[in-house]
T-cell receptor
Framework: DAKTTQPNSMESNEEEPVHLPCNHSTISGTDYIHWYRQLPSQGPEYVIHGLTSNVNNRMASLAIAEDRKSSTLILHRATLRDAAVYYCIYGNNDMRFGAGTRLTVKP | DAGVTQSPTHLIKTRGQQVTLRCSPKSGHDTVSWYQQALGQGPQFIFQYYEEEERQRGNFPDRFSGHQFPNYSSELNVNALLLGDSALYLC?????????????????FGPGTRLLVL
């Protein structure tokens, strides 16, 4: 059973920002939030992770709610190569993936 | 630096047979996790190995077993194959880091082995 809730699909236009939401209301105080994405015919790829503070890296930004019950992955300028299924997960040894959000990027 | 590698890339078996899948972790990683991904679904956690021991297990029957070798590589074995075992099998490696009560290790996934059971 997935422990996170994400929209099934989202669409974005190329070069525009994308905000991918995730609810994780049962997260414990020490669980990190991880985001992965999976391109067609590939294994999942690490995107970003965080604990409490917002995080930035070269791929994306992660905004974590103050109560940690939700988070948002931010792609600042979507490209066609960002079209993938995005998974939000948390946990220690058992990383439980849900169905993720399928992001479509339109040119 | 080679990432996570898996072999074989594709495999076809018949019901009742046994299969062994192999995984070499990313250099410097000591933990290997296995996942099953059915078509159109997210990966499902099978189990994780650390220090050659099964550390955590998901909701999979005993037909699924594994092993980790001293060089940290790992095998996934599935006995008495069923049609429903057809899936993409993913291996992920990480470096075990325990921070406080939780773990923040990032997992790096291999490309997977696609198993078809006929």
């Amino acid at each position: 059973d997935a422990k996170t809730t994400q929209p099934n699909s989202m669409e974005s236009n190329e070069e525009e920002p994308v905000h991918l939401p995730c609810n994780h209301s049962t997260i414990s105080g020490t669980d990190y939030i991880h985001w992965y994405r999976q391109l067609p015919s590939q294994g999942p790829e690490y995107v970003i992770h965080g604990l409490t503070s917002n995080v930035n890296n070269r791929m994306a930004s992660l905004a974590i709610a103050e109560d940690r019950k939700s988070s948002t992955l931010i792609l600042h300028r979507a490209t066609l190569r960002d079209a993938a299924v995005y998974y939000c997960i948390y946990g220690n040894n058992d990383m439980r993936f849900g169905a993720g959000t399928r992001l479509t990027v339109k040119p | 630096d080679a990432g996570v590698t898996q072999s074989p890339t594709h495999l076809i078996k018949t019901r009742g047979q046994q299969v062994t899948l192999r995984c070499s972790p990313k250099s410097g990683h000591d933990t290997v996790s296995w996942y099953q991904q059915a078509l159109g679904q997210g990966p499902q956690f099978i189990f994780q190995y650390y220090e050659e021991e099964e550390r955590q297990r998901g909701n999979f029957p005993d037909r699924f077993s594994g092993h980790q070798f001293p060089n940290y590589s790992s095998e996934l074995n599935v006995n008495a194959l069923l049609l429903g075992d057809s899936a993409l099998y993913l291996c992920a490696s990480s470096l075990l880091v325990v921070l406080g009560g939780g773990a923040g290790e990032t997992q790096y996934f291999g490309p997977g082995t696609r198993l078809l059971v006929l």
